[in-house]
Each structure stands twice: as C-alpha cells, then as structure tokens.
C-alpha cells in the first residue's frame, strides 16, 4: 500500500500548483481519495476528496472555487488543482486513500506529504 504526493513548491499569491498522488493499483482500485493539508503548529485538516465510484468531490469551505481534484483511474493517481492560491494555504499538503469523511483518522493511508508554500 503506497501513495507518494509530489508537486508542491513555493509560488507568489495568486499563483497555481498541480498536486499529484500516485498510488499502488491495490491502494487505488477501488479507494476514495483525499487530500489533507497541516500549517505548522495547527492539525492536519480536510481539504477534499473524490469517490471512487462516482467521481464525486467534496470540498471544505475554504478551498471552494479555487481548488479541483480530479483522478485517473486508468494512471492510479489523483491530482489536487490549487489555484489563486494565499499565504494561508501554506504548509504540507497529503494524499490519503481508502477513507470517507473530513475525519483524519477515518482514512487508513497516507501519503508522505508535500510542501506548499505561498508567498504575499
């Protein structure tokens, strides 16, 4: 059960990033797929996911409009599309699999996570 988030770098507000998660064909095949985000000193927090079987996202409030997650299931891997991005979103992003609500530890693997970093 591997997933490895890559894509993350440091970019000017406004600007954009592409997240990536590749997984395991047995970590992906039939699994939800969440992306988490974690500010230092704050805890890990819902950004969004997408269903496995319908292609259903869900967003938290703070992402909406400018984040879009996506996935191919054909490449096993999930993206996290962030754009008009702020200094808030800074901190490191994870990919997470296998789970089904905002609830971290409803959501069995993990990623190793990547940095974002958006400068004012």
């Known amino acids: 059960v591997q997933l490895q988030a890559s894509g993350g770098g440091s970019v000017q507000t406004g600007g954009s990033l592409r997240l990536s998660c590749a997984a395991s064909?047995?970590?992906?095949?039939?699994?939800?797929m969440g992306w988490f985000r974690q500010a230092p000193g704050k805890e890990r927090e819902f950004v969004g996911s997408i269903t496995w079987s319908t292609g259903t996202t869900y967003y938290a409030d703070f992402v909406k409009g400018r984040f879009t997650i996506s996935r191919d299931n054909a490449k096993n891997t999930g993206y996290l599309q962030m754009n008009s991005l702020k200094p808030e979103d800074t901190g490191v992003y994870y990919c997470a699999a296998g789970g089904r609500s905002t609830q971290t530890f409803q959501w069995p693997y993990w990623g190793q996570g990547t940095q974002v970093t958006v400068s004012s």
């Open positions: 064909r047995r970590t992906f095949g039939s699994s939800n």
